[in-house]
């Protein structure tokens, strides 16, 4: 699990001079915590973290003299400025369920004979810690033209997950190109007609 190093943040130190001086902010919140804990990261080590976890991420929040694992519940990114505005955690405690998402990525996409119509990119879901579930990589080299995948086909819940989002909604189908452009043809075909 990635570690990313944080402080406490002075709550009395506005979020946009402390931007300027080179971090992005954050908060801890939890239900068993006293209190939200303000937070302060590295502008540097919140852009590398961005890259490779998105909400729904579990991480280790090192503090120095402790460290506390958290989800990701939010990233609030500034894509004009290239910037992380804020980034927001949940702290994690054994055997409390938590709501969360975890990210679906199709891979090899081109080696697909047909067109791969992706419905969904993430998939919600409740478990405690110990089930969070890892993000979902697809091999789309294992599939075929016609070819659909649904949420109830991953055997989430017999890792330990309660889904929120339904088993039957699909994840992506692989229409034929041909097929593909004779819809879009039909489609052009009857916004012609309609504009006549």
Same mark, same amino acid.
């Given at each position: 699990?990635?570690?990313?190093?944080?402080?406490?943040?002075?709550?009395?130190?506005?979020?946009?001079?402390?931007?300027?001086?080179?971090?992005?902010?954050?908060?801890?919140?939890?239900?068993?915590?006293?209190?939200?804990? @303000?937070?302060?990261?590295?502008?540097?080590?919140?852009?590398?973290?961005?890259?490779?976890?998105?909400?729904?991420?579990?991480?280790?929040?090192?503090?120095?003299?402790?460290?506390?694992?958290?989800?990701?519940?939010?990233?609030?990114?500034?894509?004009?400025?290239?910037?992380?505005?804020?980034?927001?955690?949940?702290? =994690?405690?054994a055997g409390e369920?938590?709501?969360?998402?975890?990210?679906?990525?199709?891979?090899?996409?081109?080696?697909?004979?047909?067109?791969?119509?992706?419905?969904?990119?993430?998939?919600?879901?409740?478990?405690?810690?110990?089930?969070?579930?890892? @993000?979902?990589?697809?091999?789309?080299?294992?599939?075929?033209?016609?070819?659909? =995948?649904y949420v109830k086909? =991953?055997? =989430?819940?017999?890792?330990?997950?309660?889904?929120?989002? @339904?088993?039957?909604?699909?994840?992506?189908?692989?229409?034929?190109?041909?097929?593909?452009?004779?819809?879009?043809?039909?489609?052009?075909?009857?916004?012609?007609?309609?504009?006549?």
């Open positions: 699990m990635t570690t990313l190093k944080t402080t406490k943040r002075n709550p009395e130190v506005k979020a946009k001079k402390l931007r300027r001086d080179g971090f992005a902010t954050g908060v801890l919140y939890g239900r068993e915590m006293d209190e939200n804990i @303000p937070l302060q990261f590295s502008a540097v080590d919140a852009s590398r973290f961005i890259k490779s976890h998105k909400e729904g991420s579990q991480v280790i929040l090192d503090f120095g003299d402790t460290k506390t694992s958290a989800i990701v519940k939010n990233i609030d990114y500034d894509a004009m400025k290239r910037q992380v505005m804020a980034l927001d955690f949940q702290a =994690l405690v369920a938590i709501s969360t998402t975890v990210p679906v990525k199709l891979e090899n996409e081109g080696a697909v004979q047909g067109f791969v119509d992706q419905e969904l990119t993430e998939i919600h879901y409740k478990a405690d810690p110990a089930h969070l579930l890892e @993000p979902i990589e697809i091999d789309l080299t294992k599939f075929h033209t016609g070819d659909a =995948l086909d =991953l055997g =989430l819940e017999e890792k330990g997950a309660q889904l929120i989002t @339904p088993a039957d909604s699909l994840i992506f189908h692989i229409a034929d190109h041909a097929k593909n452009m004779e819809i879009a043809e039909d489609e052009t075909a009857d916004e012609e007609a309609a504009e006549a």
